[in-house]
């Protein structure tokens, strides 16, 4: 615990920061660099905190890409699985993040372009069924603009997970948090391989993510039936080999990239 | 002599009433800049109708060089230049004879912008300061010698506005170009990156380095000499305030303005590299560094596409907010109700003696009458005397009736109309005497 300025968890909680940040972290917002103060703070707290946190049953964790969150372990705190609308969103953005071309405006790009890249990887039809899931026959006007709406929610709520900052009704910046839906794809093995270690962390679960929840909390229900209420956060657990096995062929072709723990 | 201000909304209308329009093609903007080039190169003021068509030639030798009839393009992209007011003619003589031809303020600034590579470097911008330092210093001790109005004008006035306005001009134009290079820069980073992905992290980081050196020292001349402007210029504007030459005060105030934006502009452009810088750092350490083959990207839009069918989603803490219970307090509601005061709506009868008008009207008449009254208007006036005066038009008609009814009159062909009071005439009925009914 070289270097730090806080000698207990007390100077820790003490803190002016703490009450801020603490609440950040428990709703799931990613502190990254950009938030100087607040990174500062968790960097210098890093030890004292991780042990604070494991006794609520989560773990703070601080990747290489330079950002911190909180991930709950047990059912100390409560936790949500991402739904489909922000997975797909936050993979398209961290594409973004990744792509050179974005460096030339330092990571600030428009809401627009998010879109049609989404679109662009996906297809377009595709992306229409995956936003608009409970609906057999649908209108392709209706459609696009139930996209473009679960688009713009999937925004605001990945925003406020401190994945990106909302500049303006335009433009957006991306942030490093993002990296984290690169993770299932980042290390050297398989990526079946990777999905079992980080389900195993519970980093995240198999499946669709939880029901979309509208502006007032609400469970939205698109099709008019009633919505299945959401299944309780899993527990940590060894996948079954048959799932493990639709993964298998996930990127045999491409040689992974390195990682940080690969390096070391 | 001092300059009004210059209201930006009547200067836009006056603009917008000249209906001002600039369309230039890719050949007439090669045009003016090889006027530009040719006039700066050979000391030239202005050009002969043939020096235009052969510089035109030249240039379309160049831009276009397949294309025919350049007598006649020529002379139409004179005209379109000189409709743009781009070319003017300079020698005034009218149909006499040819007329010779430079470019105006507005094209020598155009093609300036394309070819000035005059970017704020740590050499320019210490020359232009340490001038603007002198030139400052200079005019101070006039003003401090400054007596009347023409020394004002000449020793403070016009400096300000020609030199020193100049000069800080030059740094702001110097400032804008830097402006376009960074994004060139920020362009070519990109690319490179692109092309060579991790080969070009060094040459990246070097040019990251740099540019922040660059930055930097343009930052730390602009604080440290933009001070010592400011401080000079506060000293001539005191000066200037208390000899009250007004025209001297603005051309300062100006000055101080100008100098204030450049060194906002260092504040600013520093501010936003900082910003690019750290986050070209992270792309290079976190992405390039971590991801040599670069096949995360194809590896994650491999992921993308397939999300639906092997969906997957990632886990986030969702504490619920904390509840806060506030203390229940009485609702109280200061303002006044909307009500009305209770009354009753029908008021109770008061209890009064019945006057009876007619009888009092016969009574009086009979009083008039009895006193041998000959004639209605005898009777109505002693009946109005004891009328209030809102009830005698009426008492008259009253009086009239009772009179035909106990009196009797005599027949006359003309009844005269005679005044009662001011404000009644009635017809005159004389009364036989001892009339009476009975």
């Known amino acids: ?264 | 002599m001092t300059e009004p201000a210059k209201d930006p909304q009547i200067m836009l209308a006056a603009l917008a009433r000249s209906h001002p329009v600039l369309e230039l093609g890719t050949l007439d903007l090669c045009f003016l800049a090889a006027l530009h080039l040719q006039a700066e190169g050979a000391a030239l003021s202005a050009f002969s109708e043939d020096e235009l068509s052969d510089v035109f030639e030249q240039a379309c030798a160049i831009v276009e060089p397949r294309a025919d009839n350049l007598k006649r393009r020529a002379t139409h992209a004179i005209q379109r230049l000189r409709d743009q007011k781009l070319l003017a003619r300079v020698d005034g003589a009218g149909v006499l004879r040819a007329g010779e031809f430079a470019l105006t303020r507005l094209s020598a600034s155009i093609v300036e912008s394309y070819l000035a590579d005059e970017s704020l470097t740590r050499e320019n911008l210490t020359q232009l300061t340490r001038s603007l330092r002198l030139s400052l210093a200079e005019i101070l001790s006039r003003a401090s010698q400054a007596r009347d109005s023409d020394d004002w004008r000449n020793a403070v006035e016009a400096p300000l506005r020609v030199s020193v306005s100049d000069l800080v001009s030059g740094i702001e134009r110097r400032q804008r170009s830097l402006d376009l290079e960074q994004q060139a820069f920020q362009a070519t980073i990109a690319k490179l990156l692109e092309s060579d992905w991790f080969g070009a992290v060094d040459q990246c980081l070097e040019l990251l380095e740099s540019t922040s050196r660059t930055l930097t020292e343009l930052n730390e001349i602009l604080l440290r000499d933009a001070h010592e402007l400011s401080s000079s210029l506060q000293d001539i504007q005191e000066i200037t305030v208390n000899a009250q030459a007004e025209g001297a005060e603005a051309a300062v105030e100006r000055v101080m303005e100008q100098v204030d934006r450049i060194r906002a502009w260092g504040a600013a452009r520093q501010r936003a590299w900082s910003e690019y810088y750290q986050y070209v750092h992270r792309y290079l350490c976190d992405v390039v560094r971590l991801d040599p083959s670069r096949a995360l990207i194809q590896r994650l839009r491999e992921q993308l596409s397939q999300h639906t069918s092997r969906p997957f989603a990632l886990s986030v803490a969702a504490a619920a907010s904390p509840r806060l219970l506030r203390e229940i307090e009485p609702f109280k509601d200061d303002k006044p109700k909307v009500s009305r005061p209770r009354a009753e709506r029908e008021r109770p009868p008061n209890e009064s003696d019945a006057i009876d008008q007619h009888a009092i009207v016969e009574e009086l008449v009979q009083g008039a009458l009895s006193r041998g009254s000959l004639g209605l208007c005898d009777v109505t006036q002693q009946v109005s005397a004891e009328t209030p005066p809102e009830l005698r038009f009426v008492t008259a008609g009253r009086v009239a009736q009772v009179v035909a009814r106990l009196a009797r009159t005599t027949l006359d062909r003309d009844r005269p109309w005679v005044s009662v009071n001011e404000d009644l005439v009635i017809e005159e009925w004389k009364l036989a005497k001892g009339g009476a009914h009975g």
């Open chain 1, 1 to 264: 615990m070289a270097d730090t300025r806080y000698l207990t968890l007390g100077d820790v909680v003490a803190d002016e920061l703490f009450p801020d940040v603490d609440l950040a972290l428990r709703r799931g917002r990613h502190v990254d660099r950009e938030d100087s103060l607040w990174y500062t703070f968790l960097v210098d707290a890093q030890a004292l905190l991780e042990a604070f946190y494991r006794r609520f049953g989560c773990e703070l964790i601080h990747p290489t890409d330079g950002y911190f969150y909180l991930l709950p372990t047990g059912d100390k705190l409560g936790r949500r699985h991402l739904s489909v609308p922000e997975m797909l969103v936050g993979q398209a953005l961290t594409l973004l993040y990744l792509d050179p071309a974005t460096l030339q405006s330092g990571g600030v790009i428009k809401r627009a372009d998010a879109l049609s890249h989404l679109a662009a990887v996906m297809g377009s039809d595709a992306l229409t069924r995956a936003f608009n899931p409970k609906r057999k026959r649908v209108d392709e006007r209706v459609a696009q603009e139930t996209v473009r709406g679960k688009f713009a929610e999937a925004l605001r709520r990945l925003a406020a997970l401190g994945f990106v900052d909302l500049l303006d009704a335009d433009a957006l910046r991306l942030r490093p948090g993002l990296l984290r839906f690169a993770e299932p794809v980042r290390g050297r093995g398989s990526p079946a391989e990777a999905l079992e270690r980080l389900v195993a962390r519970g980093e995240l679960v198999l499946g669709e993510g939880e029901l979309e929840v509208d502006e007032d909390g609400e469970l939205a229900d698109d099709s008019g039936e009633q919505a299945e209420p959401a299944a309780p956060a899993p527990e940590p657990f060894e996948l079954p080999s048959e799932v493990l096995s639709e993964f298998d062929d996930f990127g045999d072709d491409l040689s992974p990239p390195v990682t940080p723990e690969d390096e070391t």
